[in-house]
């Protein structure tokens, strides 16, 4: 079963606009994921965010989560068209394993 | 490369066939675990093994699958008797265990089409 949902299913945006991802989920989580996959290949990790930490940044990435609201946000900042590509959330609860959600799409046109 | 990496990238194979797929991970990460993903969906669970364990298995995992690490470092997942449901993408991940929390990498992914 899929625990996260994602938000939007599908975002459109002109390169050099910020995209911002939503994600919930409904059990409690010992970390949560973020991925990119672009078609047909694997999934590339892209940061790491703990329970107990509300915010991070890599590079052109930040993500938050709210674990009292059980969600999390990515913001990608000056998209480029090469940012294209699913994003997935994933959550890691006690039992170790990554639980996806169904994605969301992002086009980002040049 | 010390990525994960996986054999074949893509299966094409008549219905009934087995098939197997090879995953080596990262070097010195101990957990491994195998993901499958259709069209439009995201990657769900199949299986993880810690070392040569398999400590939990999904139950999308039909008797046709099995998985094995057999000395803690590669990984292969069987399919015997494929269906055409079977068709789908299978993902191999690995992890070094923290209680900080592990960061999973992922292969790039067999593709299985059955005919």
């Known amino acids: 079963s899929q625990q996260g949902e994602e938000d939007p299913q599908a975002l459109s945006i002109q390169e050099g606009e910020n995209a911002t991802m939503n994600c919930s989920y409904k059990?409690?989580?010992?970390?949560l994921q973020w991925y990119r996959q672009n078609s047909g290949r694997g999934l590339v990790h892209l940061i790491l965010i703990r329970s107990n930490e509300r915010e991070k940044h890599s590079g052109r990435l930040r993500v938050t989560l709210d674990t009292s609201k059980k969600s999390s946000s990515l913001l990608i900042t000056a998209s480029r068209a090469a940012d294209t590509a699913s994003y997935f959330c994933a959550t890691v609860g006690a039992n170790s394993k990554l639980t996806f959600g169904k994605g969301i799409t992002l086009s980002v046109r040049p | 490369d010390t990525g994960v990496s996986q054999d074949p990238r893509h299966k094409i194979t008549k219905r009934g066939q087995n098939v197997t797929f090879r995953c080596d991970p990262i070097?010195?990460?101990?957990?491994l675990y195998w993901y499958r993903q259709t069209l439009g969906q995201g990657p769900e669970f199949l299986t993880y093994?810690?070392?040569?364990?398999?400590?939990?298995k999904s139950r999308l995992l039909s008797d046709r699958f099995s998985a094995e690490r057999p000395k803690g470092s590669f990984s292969t997942l069987e399919i015997q008797r494929t269906e055409q449901g079977d068709s789908a993408m299978y993902l191999c991940?690995?992890?070094?265990?923290?209680?900080?929390?592990?960061?999973?990498?992922f292969g790039e992914g067999s593709w299985l089409t059955v005919v």
């Open positions: 059990t409690s989580i010992n970390n």
């Open positions: 991940a690995s992890s070094q265990l923290q209680f900080s929390g592990n960061t999973i990498y």
């Open positions: 093994f810690q070392n040569e364990a398999q400590l939990e």
């Open positions: 070097s010195e990460h101990n957990r």
